[in-house]
T-cell receptor, first 112, second 114 residues
């Protein structure tokens, strides 16, 4: 079974802090994705990556950056956390030409 | 560009009765469509997919969905709800012209009453 793990289930940070969310997949998938999930809005794509050191902006990249130094790991970075970034963050991965994405359990981030 | 609208944010059913979750889509291309389910404190799981083969698609746990091009709909149904079906369901369209990016609907939360 594909396993996608995220470093924390719950995280509380203060406004202005730099925040790192980590995601690791164990199935050698080429593609990795970061979404945020908000009630009534479904999932919205923040960034994705097709390969190591490659990244593409999604629909809502403002206030976020990403890093992919190794194939299995994709990090989401909030350079200066703000209260409007309080949300559930979901990581996903997929094979290069596959539409089927496998999701991690999510990190619920609260910024106070 | 593609978009997805889930017509109900909440659906409440009694155990043993049918479930209907409504989804309409917009896509410039012949779409690929999916339903995902998210149980409390769990990651999203693929329920079923439509990729231009049979218009009636069967998925896991007794769910099925019918693709209707004339109505631009992809409604999800199950003949008899079970308590374990209580979850949030997402209708999703694949953007083939956009690097295989998924676009999610707003979600429908299903409550199953005993």
């Amino acid at each position: 079974d594909v396993k996608v793990t995220q470093s924390s289930r719950y995280l509380v940070k203060r406004t202005g802090e730099k925040v790192f969310l980590e995601c690791v997949q164990d199935m050698d998938h080429e593609n990795m994705f970061w979404y945020r999930q908000d009630p009534g809005l479904g999932l919205r794509l923040i960034y994705f990556s097709y390969d190591v050191k490659m990244k593409e902006k999604g629909d809502i990249p403002e206030g976020y950056s990403v890093s992919r130094e190794k194939k299995e790991r994709f990090s989401l970075i909030l350079e200066s956390a703000s209260t409007n970034q309080t949300s559930m963050y979901l990581c996903a991965s997929s094979l290069a030409d596959s539409y089927e994405q496998y999701f991690g359990p999510g990190t619920r981030l609260t910024v106070t | 560009a593609q978009s997805v609208t889930q017509l109900d944010s909440h659906v409440s059913v009694s155990e043993g009765t049918p479930v209907l979750l409504r989804c309409n889509y917009s896509s410039s291309y012949s779409p690929s469509l999916f339903w995902y389910v998210q149980h409390p404190n769990k990651g999203l799981q693929l329920l079923l997919k439509y990729t231009s083969a049979a218009t009636l698609v069967k998925g896991i746990n007794g769910f099925e969905a019918e693709f209707k091009k004339s109505e631009t709909s992809f409604h999800l149904t199950k003949p008899s709800a079970h308590m374990s079906d209580a979850a949030e369901y997402f209708c999703v369209v694949l953007g083939k012209a956009a690097g295989n990016k998924l676009t999610f609907g707003g979600g429908t939360r299903v409550l199953v009453k005993p």
